[in-house]
């Protein structure tokens, strides 16, 4: 997407500069702009999320994900549980280093 957005504002940049005058590129460049902001603005109408790069990546990513899962009968409840597990253990560990690196008695860990 960004690179369609790269790619849209160097044609009309060597448009402007090279091929038309700006009379002629005015119009062009209102619509490039129009189109672009009805676009977001029926991306927010159907995701009730504003186009912000980030959340249409995760958006798109848990879309993939889900597709793919589904596919190949690919249990998502666990993997998420299996997940959720993961942190918990990584939070524990964190945790216990730092107690260590403070040299605290084990009754006395936060």
Known sequence: ???????VCVCVCVCVRYVFAWDVMEPVTYFITYATSMIFFAYYVLTKQDF?????????FLNFF??????QKFDVRKYNQLKDELAEVECDLRRLRS????RLPVNQMP
Not at 1 to 7: A, D, H, L, P
Not at 52 to 60: G, K, N
């Open 1 to 7: 997407m960004t690179c369609v957005c790269v790619c």
């Open 52 to 60: 912000i790069y980030p959340d249409v990546r995760d958006r798109q």
């Open 66 to 71: 889900h597709q793919r899962a589904s596919h």
């Open 99 to 102: 107690a260590i690196q403070l």
